[in-house]
């Protein structure tokens, strides 16, 4: 079932491994021409032009942008007591994880008299987005919202598409996951006109201001990633976010069902996602596709998942050795990478590039999306080559407090002088002999 790459008995340049392996075509530039004419519409005439393309887009046109504070505790009361416990589960497993990322000030003496002190200030105002696309995203909410207090952000604010089975709000579910976290800002509004709102800030239809944010976080479509490339510099983002992928390493060890229940459950997402297996066994790769087979046909969305399956974006890449395998998955730089094989470990501990890691047969994707803990945003198109996924430390600012005594920087004087004489900044070096009038040392 899926396309195969036969990579055995040579070993790729990186610079082939690139242009080999199946990858998702995503043109963000291209898109760049549709969104701009909705961002440059938010900017001049605000909450009107959202609606106005929120009513085109979701065919639903709010009677507001806030949702009011009552109907998200209201969407907690009616939330299944199932759904709410295992919101609740991975709430508790997020916090305990990214607690742990929260970094320390640090001072250094650099000399008697000098210290550099790097202080960790969060954003002060952070907009979050949870996609409601093809699926509902309360997982998202909490993966976004779980690190950006932690850090200690003072101020949050939730964008969600607004439902026309719900009269215009987020799905009732995403309501209910902010109101788990204790966020009671949430705007009903999806799209590049989203982030645009959240850049530029805006007026709501009862004549509440609608507070511009420093910085915006979350996955969604493309044209809400060519908003954030259009809009970057006003705003921080997290990152350019593509559609979903799995890459399994495998080896004769694993189990085909395993291997193919995880290739379904991210092809899942979208019919751009992908989902890649490389594996040093050929017997291996054929029970997969027959496993695909069954599945596919058996699952709920299967034209999505077959038109995953069956695109450029993802398929089978034989090699000759697990170290082969690994050289291909790193030049892949997958958004999640399973290892299943034998000595999982060992082999997940020589991995350089992937967004999220997933160590043997009990540590499927979906644990990860879910409950481990760990974050679900994480990069994709190969950025985890440079990139991490979302963490506490994505709302934190790391300033520099310079504090030098007059001593200090008596002895240090003469080379700073030489310094900018030498970059030809003359002025930078009068800056300090201009406080020693009797001369430095």
């Given at each position: 079932?899926?396309?195969?790459?036969?990579?055995?008995?040579?070993?790729?340049?990186?610079?082939?491994?690139?242009?080999?392996?199946?990858?998702?075509?995503?043109?963000?530039?291209?898109?760049?021409?549709?969104?701009?004419?909705?961002?440059?519409?938010?900017?001049?005439?605000?909450?009107?032009?959202?609606?106005?393309?929120?009513?085109?887009?979701?065919?639903?046109?709010?009677?507001?942008?806030?949702?009011?504070?009552?109907?998200?505790?209201?969407?907690?009361?009616?939330?299944?007591?199932?759904?709410?416990?295992?919101?609740?589960?991975?709430?508790?497993?997020?916090?305990?994880?990214?607690?742990?990322?929260?970094?320390?000030?640090?001072?250094?003496?650099?000399?008697?008299?000098?210290?550099?002190?790097?202080?960790w200030v969060p954003v002060e105002r952070v907009g979050l987005y949870a996609p409601g696309g093809l699926a509902v995203y309360p997982s998202s909410v909490v993966m976004n919202v779980v690190p950006a207090q932690v850090a200690g952000v003072g101020s949050l604010v939730l964008c969600s598409p607004p439902q026309a089975e719900f009269g215009g709000r987020p799905?009732?579910?995403?309501?209910?996951?902010?109101?788990?976290?204790?966020?009671?800002?949430?705007?009903?509004?999806?799209?590049?006109?989203?982030?645009?709102?959240?850049?530029?800030?805006?007026?709501?239809?009862?004549?509440?201001?609608?507070?511009?944010?420093?910085?915006?976080?979350?996955?969604?479509?493309?044209?809400?990633?060519?908003?954030?490339?259009?809009?970057?510099?006003?705003?921080?983002?997290?990152?350019?976010?593509?559609?979903?992928?799995?890459?399994?390493?495998?080896?004769?060890?694993?189990?085909?069902?395993?291997?193919?229940?995880?290739?379904?459950?991210?092809?899942?997402?979208?019919?751009?996602?992908?989902?890649?297996?490389?594996?040093?066994?050929?017997?291996?790769?054929?029970?997969?596709?027959?496993?695909?087979?069954?599945?596919?046909?058996?699952?709920?969305?299967?034209?999505?998942?077959?038109?995953?399956?069956?695109?450029?974006?993802?398929?089978?890449?034989?090699?000759?050795?697990?170290?082969?395998?690994?050289?291909?998955?790193?030049?892949?730089?997958?958004?999640?990478?399973?290892?299943?094989?034998?000595?999982?470990?060992?082999?997940?501990?020589?991995?350089?590039?992937?967004?999220?890691?997933?160590?043997?047969?009990?540590?499927?994707?979906?644990?990860?999306?879910?409950?481990?803990?760990?974050?679900?945003?994480?990069?994709?198109?190969?950025?985890?080559?440079?990139?991490?996924?979302?963490?506490?430390?994505?709302?934190?600012?790391?300033?520099?407090?310079?504090?030098?005594?007059?001593?200090?920087?008596?002895?240090?004087?003469?080379?700073?002088?030489?310094?900018?004489?030498?970059?030809?900044?003359?002025?930078?070096?009068?800056?300090?002999?201009?406080?020693?009038?009797?001369?430095?040392?």
């Open positions: 079932m899926l396309n195969r790459i036969d990579l055995r008995g040579r070993v790729p340049s990186a610079t082939e491994l690139r242009a080999t392996l199946p990858r998702a075509e995503i043109d963000v530039d291209a898109a760049l021409h549709q969104v701009r004419p909705v961002v440059e519409a938010v900017r001049e005439r605000g909450v009107e032009a959202v609606l106005e393309y929120t009513e085109r887009f979701d065919r639903v046109r709010p009677s507001s942008v806030r949702v009011p504070r009552a109907e998200i505790e209201a969407a907690l009361t009616t939330l299944d007591p199932a759904v709410r416990a295992a919101l609740e589960e991975a709430i508790a497993r997020a916090r305990k994880v990214h607690a742990d990322q929260r970094r320390a000030d640090v001072t250094t003496t650099v000399v008697d008299g000098g210290t550099v002190t790097e202080r799905h009732p579910t995403t309501l209910a996951a902010a109101a788990l976290l204790g966020v009671d800002e949430v705007w009903a509004v999806g799209g590049a006109q989203a982030v645009a709102l959240l850049a530029y800030g805006g007026i709501d239809t009862d004549g509440a201001e609608l507070v511009p944010v420093d910085l915006v976080t979350g996955p969604g479509n493309i044209y809400l990633t060519a908003a954030k490339r259009l809009l970057r510099g006003l705003i921080g983002i997290d990152s350019e976010a593509g559609p979903t992928e799995i890459a399994i390493l495998a080896d004769e060890t694993a189990d085909p069902v395993h291997v193919a229940a995880d290739l379904v459950s991210q092809a899942e997402h979208d019919p751009l996602a992908a989902s890649v297996l490389v594996t040093t066994s050929v017997e291996l790769a054929d029970a997969v596709d027959e496993e695909l087979a069954r599945r596919v046909a058996a699952t709920k969305h299967t034209e999505r998942i077959g038109e995953a399956l069956r695109g450029r974006q993802s398929g089978t890449v034989l090699v000759s050795t697990v170290e082969d395998g690994l050289r291909v998955v790193d030049a892949y730089a997958a958004e999640h990478l399973e290892i299943q094989t034998a000595d999982a470990r060992a082999v997940a501990a020589r991995v350089r590039n992937a967004g999220a890691v997933f160590v043997g047969p009990y540590a499927p994707v979906s644990l990860g999306d879910y409950c481990a803990g760990s974050n679900h945003v994480l990069p994709t198109g190969g950025y985890a080559r440079h990139s991490s996924g979302l963490s506490v430390q994505s709302f934190l600012r790391g300033i520099h407090v310079i504090d030098y005594s007059e001593q200090a920087l008596r002895e240090v004087a003469g080379k700073v002088v030489a310094l900018a004489n030498a970059e030809d900044l003359p002025a930078h070096g009068e800056a300090v002999t201009a406080r020693f009038p009797g001369g430095a040392e």
